[in-house]
C-alpha cells in the first residue's frame, strides 16, 4: 500500500501549486524539496553565508542558488521551499494569445487558461507599482521607448509584492524596513509591505515578495500536507500500481538514502531537474524505460539577456523592485525579433553586508546605539550604482537546446547533466536585443556596455529555463500531454517549467503556475 496518495517533487511555480490543490482535494501529499525551509533571517547577505548551490556536494553546499554552466548557456535556479520565487524579480505576467497560437497540445489555449491566470494572480495578490512610487527606472524608460516611438507598448507590469500606498521617496528613511506595514495575509502568514529596498532576488526580509512559502505552500499544510525540505530526489520507479521516489537526505553531515511511496508523483523540480530525473530513470537506472525519446529536446534559454548602461541622471538601479514595467515587442516589430524588454535592478550587496554588520554590533542600551542606527539607514540611503540602468530583456529563441546524460573523459562511469546549446539559429534574435538595448540607452544620453560574453563568445545566462519535457498531443511529439501526464506512465505528471513547448519570451513564471492550477483540476474531474 502507498504511503502517499501524491508525492510532489519540488515547490516552485509548478510543486507548490500542486500541492496545495491535490490537498484541498483530500488527497494525503508529501512534499519533496532539495533546498531549505528559508527565514528572513537566514538569508544570505555576507560572504560566508549560503549562497549557494553544489550540485556535486549538496550536503555540503544547498545555499540560495544553484548555478549551472554548460559552455555556452549557463542556468541559474533558486534551492529552497518556494523554488524559483525565493529568487525571481516577482514579475507574474499573462503572455499574449498569439503565444498560443502554435507549439501547443489541442487542448491548451489563452482563452482557456486565463481563469487559471487570474487564479494565481489573486492567490500572489499581483498589482503594478503605484504611480505615486514610480522609479527613476521606470522613467528613464518610458522616455527611451517614446523616443524611439514605442510609447504606446511601454506599460507597467505586475508584481507579486505588496505594496503600501501611503508609503513614498519623500519620507525620512522611506528604506528602512521600519517603513513596512505590517499585515496577514489569506493563508494567515504575516508579511510586510514593499520599501523599495531592492532584495528581490536576495531575499525580501521584510515579505513584502508574495513567494510560493507564504501562500501556496501553507495553504498546502493548512490542508495536511507534509513539507521535507532538503531531500534530493535521485529516482522514480514503478511499483504496485503507483511510484516509489528514492531520496538523498541533506540535513546530516553526509547524504542518508531513502524512499517513499505514493499512488501518483507530481515532478516540479524545474526545466533542469525534472528532466534530469526522468532521464536517469530511463537511461541510468532503467526504470522508466518507455519514456518518449523527445525527452530532454526541446529546451529553451527564453532569451534572456542583460545590457547595463551608464548614465551622468541618476538611476539608482539599487533603489526599488527588480523589474516594474516592460516595453513589449513580441509581435516582432523591432527587425522582425519577438521581444520584451524590462527595466532592471539589483541588490545592494555590500550594503546589505554592512547593514548586517551594524546590527550585530548594535546594542540598545549602549551610547553608540543612535551612531549605529544612523550609519545603518545611511548605508541604506546611498545607492552606488546610482548612474547604471540595467536593460533586462527576453525573447523568443530558437528553442532547440537538448538536455542529456553524458560520460566525462575523465570519470567514464559516471553521467552529468550536459546542455547541447547551438547558438546559431538564436544569434540573429540576440544581436536585435542587444541592439535595441544600445538604442534605448542612447535615446535617453547612456552610454551602453553590451556585455564581452556575448560579443566576443556568444555565451548567455538563464534564470528562464523552458522545455526538455515538453507537453504534446502523443509520445511522437511530446513527453506529457495537456496536463502534465507522462505518456506510458499513468498517474506520473511533471508540472513545471520543463513542459512549456516553446519559449514564451516573456516571464514565464505565472504560465507554468496557471498549467499547474489546470492540471490538477482536470485530475480532480477524473
Known amino acids: 500500500m502507498a504511503e502517499f496518495d501524491a508525492i510532489v517533487i519540488g515547490s516552485g511555480f509548478g510543486g507548490a501549486v500542486s500541492a496545495a490543490r491535490l490537498a484541498e482535494q483530500g488527497l494525503k501529499v508529501l512534499v519533496l524539496e532539495r533546498g531549505r525551509r528559508w527565514q528572513p533571517e537566514d538569508y544570505p547577505r555576507e560572504p560566508g553565508d549560503a549562497w549557494l548551490w553544489d550540485s556535486g556536494r549538496p550536503h555540503k553546499?544547498?545555499?540560495?542558488?544553484?548555478?549551472?554552466?554548460?559552455?555556452?548557456?549557463?542556468?541559474?535556479?533558486?534551492?529552497?521551499?518556494?523554488?524559483?520565487?525565493?529568487?525571481?524579480?516577482?514579475?507574474?505576467?499573462?503572455?499574449?494569445?498569439?503565444?498560443?497560437?502554435e507549439g501547443w497540445p489541442e487542448a491548451i489555449s489563452h482563452e482557456g487558461l486565463l481563469p487559471y491566470y487570474?487564479?494565481?494572480?489573486?492567490?500572489?495578490?499581483?498589482?503594478?507599482?503605484?504611480?505615486?512610487?514610480l522609479t527613476r527606472r521606470y522613467h528613464l524608460m518610458k522616455e527611451a521607448?517614446?523616443?524611439l516611438g514605442y510609447g504606446a507598448r511601454f506599460r507597467p507590469v505586475e508584481l507579486a509584492v505588496t505594496f503600501d500606498p501611503e508609503w513614498s521617496y519623500e519620507q525620512q528613511d522611506c528604506f528602512s524596513d521600519s517603513r513596512s506595514r505590517s499585515w496577514v495575509n489569506a493563508q494567515g502568514q504575516t508579511q510586510g509591505t514593499c520599501t523599495h529596498c531592492a532584495n528581490c532576488?536576495?531575499?525580501?526580509?521584510?515579505?513584502?515578495k508574495n513567494t510560493l512559502d507564504l501562500n501556496?505552500?501553507?495553504?498546502?499544510?493548512?490542508?495536511?500536507?507534509?513539507?521535507?525540505?532538503?531531500?534530493?530526489?535521485?529516482?522514480?520507479?514503478?511499483?504496485?500500481?503507483?511510484?516509489?521516489?528514492?531520496?538523498?537526505?541533506?540535513?546530516?553531515?553526509?547524504?542518508?538514502?531513502?524512499?517513499?511511496t505514493a499512488r501518483k508523483v507530481i515532478l516540479a523540480a524545474g526545466s533542469l531537474g525534472s528532466t534530469e530525473i526522468l532521464l536517469r530513470a530511463r537511461d541510468q537506472y532503467k526504470t522508466l524505460p518507455l519514456l518518449s525519446r523527445r525527452l530532454g529536446h526541446g529546451w529553451s534559454?527564453?532569451?534572456?539577456?542583460?545590457?547595463?548602461?551608464?548614465?551622468?541622471?541618476?538611476?539608482?538601479a539599487?533603489?526599488?523592485?527588480?523589474?516594474?514595467?516592460?516595453?513589449?515587442?513580441?509581435?516582432?516589430?523591432?527587425g522582425g525579433?519577438?521581444?520584451f524588454i524590462e527595466d532592471g535592478g539589483f541588490p545592494d550587496l555590500l550594503g546589505n553586508y554592512l547593514e548586517e554588520v551594524l546590527k550585530r554590533w548594535h546594542r540598545p542600551n549602549s551610547p553608540w546605539g543612535w551612531i549605529l542606527q544612523a550609519l545603518a539607514l545611511r548605508v541604506r540611503s546611498r545607492d552606488p550604482l546610482d548612474k547604471v540602468m540595467l536593460w533586462f530583456g527576453q525573447a523568443v529563441d530558437a528553442g532547440d537546446g537538448q538536455v542529456r546524460l553524458r560520460r566525462p573523459w575523465y570519470a567514464p562511469w559516471r553521467r552529468n547533466l550536459a546542455l547541447k546549446w547551438d547558438i546559431r539559429r538564436s544569434e540573429q534574435v540576440m544581436d536585435a536585443m542587444a541592439d535595441l538595448h544600445a538604442k534605448l540607452a542612447r535615446a535617453t544620453d547612456g552610454v551602453p556596455f553590451t556585455p564581452p560574453t556575448w560579443t566576443l563568445f556568444k555565451d548567455l545566462i538563464t534564470p528562464h529555463p523552458l522545455g526538455g519535457c515538453n507537453m504534446g498531443d502523443n509520445a511522437e511529439s511530446g513527453v506529457v500531454d495537456h496536463k502534465g501526464e507522462v505518456f506510458g506512465y499513468p498517474g506520473l505528471h511533471v508540472l513545471d517549467g520543463a513542459i512549456i513547448p516553446r519559449p514564451l519570451g516573456l516571464n514565464p513564471s505565472r504560465t507554468i503556475a496557471a498549467l499547474a492550477e489546470r492540471a490538477v483540476e482536470v485530475m480532480g474531474r477524473a
Not at 230 to 257: F, Q
Not at 326 to 333: P, S
Open 61 to 101: 553546499l544547498n545555499g540560495w542558488v544553484d548555478i549551472d554552466a554548460f559552455g555556452d548557456m549557463s542556468v541559474a535556479r533558486g534551492a529552497g521551499v518556494g523554488g524559483g520565487s525565493l529568487i525571481y524579480a516577482s514579475v507574474s505576467i499573462v503572455p499574449p494569445p498569439e503565444r498560443f497560437d
Open 118 to 133: 487570474e487564479r494565481v494572480g489573486r492567490m500572489l495578490n499581483v498589482q503594478p507599482l503605484p504611480q505615486n512610487q
Open 145 to 147: 521607448a517614446g523616443r
Open 201 to 208: 532576488d536576495a531575499g525580501c526580509q521584510v515579505r513584502a
Open 216 to 260: 501556496y505552500i501553507p495553504l498546502a499544510e493548512q490542508h495536511g500536507a507534509e513539507v521535507r525540505p532538503l531531500h534530493l530526489v535521485r529516482n522514480i520507479a514503478p511499483v504496485n500500481g503507483g511510484y516509489e521516489v528514492l531520496y538523498d537526505r541533506l540535513d546530516s553531515g553526509t547524504p542518508v538514502r531513502g524512499s517513499v
Open 301 to 316: 534559454a527564453n532569451g534572456d539577456f542583460v545590457t547595463p548602461s551608464f548614465h551622468r541622471r541618476e538611476i539608482s
Open 318 to 334: 539599487s533603489q526599488g523592485p527588480t523589474i516594474s514595467a516592460a516595453i513589449d515587442l513580441l509581435d516582432g516589430v523591432h
Open 337 to 339: 525579433a519577438p521581444l
